[in-house]
């Protein structure tokens, strides 16, 4: 890349494309055009921990120390999220819900900000894949866990935010509207 002299790290940039960070900038790079097509600033960045595209790399989770930032593919910020406890890892789900784990949870975020916690944890988990409403995980010894989840919470939020009337009412006629949700 002509006039760059100084990249601290590396990162996935979804099809065709790569991340670079420098200090706290994060630049995403085209490698059909050669050219730098989308850049942020923050000072979370000096803690990046890990870039995670959704199946269709159209959002990325920006994993920090104790902060997500979801941007789209252009890498303009849709939400950020700040966490009390270090964020272990994150995947997506098939839905575009980001599912993270801190040091006692498993929690999900939603594209628009909206989270949650999903389960209760005893040990510390490194998120690795999701399918359906089983979180595949690993410790610190490298043990394989399976965690199963409710996903429910998310999946109404979801079906309200998509204005999908149906699944709504399906929600409420089955009487699994999560938690205290309002309607």
Same mark, same amino acid.
């Given at each position: 890349?002509?006039?760059?002299?100084?990249?601290?790290?590396?990162?996935?940039?979804?099809?065709?494309?790569?991340?670079?960070?420098?200090?706290?900038?994060?630049?995403?790079?085209?490698?059909?055009?050669?050219?730098?097509?989308?850049?942020?600033?923050e000072m979370a960045f000096k803690k990046l921990i890990d870039a995670c595209w959704n199946k269709t790399s159209?959002?990325?989770?920006?994993?920090?120390? !104790? /902060? %997500?930032?979801?941007?789209?593919?252009? &890498?303009?910020?849709?939400?950020? =999220?700040?966490?009390?406890?270090?964020i272990q890892g994150a995947v997506w789900t098939e839905e575009n819900v980001l599912v993270y784990s801190t040091?006692?949870?498993?929690?999900?975020?939603?594209?628009?900000?909206?989270?949650?916690?999903? !389960? /209760? %944890?005893?040990?510390?988990?490194?998120? &690795?894949?999701?399918?359906?409403? =089983?979180?595949?995980?690993?410790?610190h010894n490298g043990e394989l866990f399976k965690e199963t989840i409710d996903n429910e919470e998310y999946l109404?939020?979801?079906?309200?935010?998509?204005?999908?009337?149906?699944?709504?009412?399906?929600?409420?006629?089955?009487?699994?509207?999560?938690?205290?949700?309002?309607?």
């Amino acid at each position: 890349i002509p006039g760059l002299t100084e990249v601290d790290e590396l990162f996935d940039g979804g099809i065709g494309k790569f991340l670079f960070k420098q200090k706290t900038q994060i630049k995403l790079y085209d490698t059909v055009s050669k050219q730098v097509v989308g850049s942020s600033e923050e000072m979370a960045f000096k803690k990046l921990i890990d870039a995670c595209w959704n199946k269709t790399s159209s959002l990325c989770a920006l994993v920090c120390k !104790k /902060s %997500i930032f979801v941007f789209n593919k252009s &890498l303009q910020r849709t939400t950020r =999220i700040n966490e009390g406890y270090k964020i272990q890892g994150a995947v997506w789900t098939e839905e575009n819900v980001l599912v993270y784990s801190t040091y006692n949870h498993i929690k999900y975020l939603l594209p628009n900000g909206d989270n949650g916690i999903l !389960k /209760s %944890i005893d040990t510390i988990l490194y998120p &690795l894949e999701l399918k359906q409403n =089983i979180v595949y995980c690993v410790d610190h010894n490298g043990e394989l866990f399976k965690e199963t989840i409710d996903n429910e919470e998310y999946l109404f939020k979801l079906s309200i935010k998509n204005t999908n009337i149906k699944k709504v009412k399906e929600f409420i006629k089955n009487n699994k509207t999560p938690g205290n949700s309002m309607i």
